[in-house]
């Protein structure tokens, strides 16, 4: 059977990733980032309007197993006073090389839902703009519109629904001279959602939460979650 060219591109860079991730593990003791954000303090922040909903802890049935992904993991539901509710819901790993974390439809589906197909999504404030997903999951009544992105080493991901894909893989390349000095990129996740009100329309809530949360924090906070 012939191998095609961007098969064997393909298999070649796994290949070299592969070596050099041994290498890099033989030869050196990689240092996991020691400075955590402080996600808590970050999901605290919220435009006016909005108010912290008490009394509802974020349960995550992938609660046992989410520090083998993550380091640190915060979260928030907000309302305004027409009703409409969002979660914001962020997480963080020193080790963003070999622990990005996953796509954030697999928390829904493993909760029971039917998830449409994620889409990319370009969110844009003065400031500038975040490539994100979006996708809607359904169970029951009840559906929920959502949206995430991820951040590495301070730049934002493009095409993160597609990670195993030649592109991502050439991404990968780029930390490796960071990870032969023994250093490894940390990983950002943001993720917003929200349920749809009686009518059972699309909201567009998380979006409008995202902008106003975006403009209402410090030059700092928003570098650090939007990247560049």
């Known amino acids: 059977m012939r191998i095609s060219k961007h ?6 860079l796994g290949l070299l990733i592969l070596f050099s991730l041994l290498l890099v593990e033989s030869k050196i003791n990689l240092r996991v980032k020691d400075s955590k954000p402080d ?10 309007g909005w108010k912290v909903v008490e ?10 197993s989410v520090l083998s992904e993550y380091d640190v993991v915060a979260s928030r539901r907000y309302q305004r006073a027409d009703g409409r509710q969002v979660l914001v819901i962020m997480t963080w790993s020193g080790d963003g090389f070999r622990r990005q974390g996953h796509n954030q439809q697999v928390c829904y589906i493993a909760s029971g839902y039917e998830v449409a197909p994620p889409q990319p999504v370009s969110i ?4 500038g703009s975040i490539d994100a997903m979006a996708f809607s999951a359904s169970r029951a009544a009840m559906e929920e519109d959502v949206v995430f992105w991820r951040v590495t080493d301070g730049l934002r991901e493009r095409g993160i629904d597609s990670r ?23 990983n950002l996740m943001v993720r917003v959602s929200s349920v749809r009100l ?6 567009s809530a998380h979006i409008d939460y ?3 949360w975006l403009r209402a924090i410090s030059p700092d906070d928003r ?6």
């Open 7 to 12: 098969s064997a591109l393909s298999l070649t």
């Open 39 to 48: 996600l808590e303090r970050l999901v605290s922040l919220h435009p006016p």
């Open 55 to 64: 009394g509802q802890q974020v349960k995550f049935l992938w609660e046992e």
């Open 124 to 127: 844009s404030i003065s400031a």
């Open 164 to 186: 195993r894909t030649l592109v991502h893989r050439l991404q990968r390349l780029l930390y490796l001279p960071d990870l032969f000095r023994g250093e490894l990129p940390d």
């Open 198 to 203: 009686t009518n059972n329309q699309p909201t």
């Open 210 to 212: 995202i902008r106003e």
């Open 223 to 228: 570098a650090l979650i939007m990247g560049r």
